[in-house]
């Protein structure tokens, strides 16, 4: 009778018995021998960067251009980034006691520029965990919300729970200007969510061992803690920072004096101040400067113009339209938009002042009818042209998209 040459069980007592050229294994022990593959190759496999094989900063950015249009700067800055990220995790202190300190950033923009567009594709390429989380919900510690070590446990997560590899992550922290502070007197009243949160972020920015809960932090107080240095851990801040143009302006007004500077104010381009920001705009906002001066690399996202918006509605790889197309196809009906239907859109989407995800919300809009109706139905093509579009943007009541 055949039985398995590893654990001796009997054919009748398995579920699957595979025959090799002199024996026999059982699908129990095809489970078990894979389990210990998994944890032996882990062990081996310890986070080492190869720089022979590490993409150059240009190699990221071509990587970036394939899914965010425009904003060549700020690409250009995250893959700098990114890329000195994994040279300082490979160099080691040699001789000359060259210690490399990380380059925390923070990216400033308009809302729907594409902030944690650039965030989630980067994510896309890296060899290191990486994970975005929202500083929306953080409080204080000991009020309603989510405490800082949070921010770590879905780094663990990522990473399987293998603090040597979260230790080499890259955190984004998405929405950075919701806890500015709320007041321009500091710490007369408590500011649960706001410059209490940045308090609580600098020994995070700056580098420190954390202990950090494994299930998140109030639930479960009986858990027992990981220990996370964040040293080697690098933070991508993002935010819109809405209002912040005035703060801009108003230091462009003041810095100058005398006729000279008449000249410097006629250069400045008033319909895109963002590209003028400095920390001292981030600190007029209410960002501390203790906070400010733990991340060091500042840039910004250009407001997306008319020709931008029209390129991101059929350019990048997981354009809007090609989301679409690829939704008929699977029910064998072939989606064609013509350039009318797609330039009113993007008019719609100017009006609305909703940047890019304003092209998301009016195409949904735009599309609902057909994707309730033709999946019953027998047709095989469906064209959106300028009357399609007008007339089924018209049926919703669109003036829930609009922004104040």
Known sequence: MNKC????????????LIAGISGHICDACVEQAHTIMEEELKKKTDF??????????????????MYV???????????????????????????????????NIILVGETGTGKTLLARTIAKMLQVPFTIVDATVLTEAGYVGEDIESILTRLLQVADYDTK?????????????????????????RDVSGEGVQQGLLKLLEGAVI?????????????????????????????????????????????????SASKDIEQVDRSNLMQYIAPQDLKAFGLIPEIIGRLPVLTYLNPLDREALRRILTEPKNAITKQYEKLFQIDNIKLEFKNDALEYIVDKAIEYKLGARGLRSISEAIMMDAMFELPSKNETKVVVDLNFAKKHLEKLNVKRLKVA
């Open 5 to 16: 040459s590893f654990c001796g069980k009997d054919k009748k007592n398995t579920n699957l």
């Open 48 to 65: 080492n960067v190869d720089l022979l094989k590490l993409p150059k900063p240009i190699e990221i950015k071509e990587f970036l251009d």
């Open 69 to 103: 249009i425009g904003q060549e700067e700020a690409k250009k800055y995250l893959s700098v980034a990114v890329y000195n990220h994994y040279k300082r995790l490979k160099h080691t202190t040699g001789k000359d006691d060259v210690e490399i300190e990380k380059s």
């Open 165 to 189: 590899m979260a230790e080499k992550g890259i955190v984004f922290i998405d929405e950075i200007d919701k806890i500015a502070r709320k007041s321009d007197n500091p710490s007369i009243t």
């Open 211 to 259: 202990n950090v809960p494994p299930q998140g932090g109030r639930k479960h107080p009986e858990q027992k803690m990981i220990p996370v240095d964040t040293k080697n851990i690098l933070f991508i801040c993002g935010g819109a920072f809405d209002g912040i143009e005035r703060k801009i302006g108003q230091r462009l007004n003041t810095k100058v004096i005398g006729y």
